[in-house]
């Protein structure tokens, strides 16, 4: 099996960062693309940036130039750096991940979420 777990979370005041992490374990022969999603209070999970094994990101339009995602592919674990973070940046962050097991099959994981809080 495969877990995620993410850590990283917390309290801040608008303008603070936060760094997030998440560790893949198990039985991993690789993985593809990794994310982190968040899901904000009375809303849908909203996708928030992807890397890619080789490196390539992407980001939502409303995290973009405020966020890195990041990944060390020797410890299956990505990162998030959050910068000038909003209120509207509350919510709970989950990693994702598309995994390649030692038995051959693909699946794709979730983490068990890190709250973000933005408040003064």
């Known amino acids: 099996q495969v877990q995620l777990v993410e850590s990283g979370g917390g309290w801040v005041q608008p303008g603070g960062s936060l760094r997030l992490s998440c560790a893949a374990s198990?039985?991993?022969?690789?993985?593809?693309?990794m994310g982190w999603y968040r899901q904000a209070p009375g809303k849908q999970r909203e996708w928030v940036a992807t890397?890619?094994?080789?490196?390539?990101?992407n980001y939502a339009d409303s995290v973009k130039g405020r966020v890195t995602i990041s990944r060390d592919n020797a410890k299956n674990t990505v990162y998030l750096q959050q910068n000038s973070l909003k209120p509207e940046d509350t919510a709970v962050y989950y990693c994702?991940?598309?995994?390649?097991?030692?038995?051959?099959?693909?699946?794709?994981?979730w983490g068990q979420g890190t709250q973000v809080t933005v408040s003064s």
């Open positions: 994702n991940a598309d995994v390649l097991d030692t038995k051959f099959w693909r699946g794709n994981y």
């Open positions: 198990g039985s991993i022969l690789s993985i593809n693309a």
């Open positions: 890397i890619t094994s080789g490196g390539r990101t």
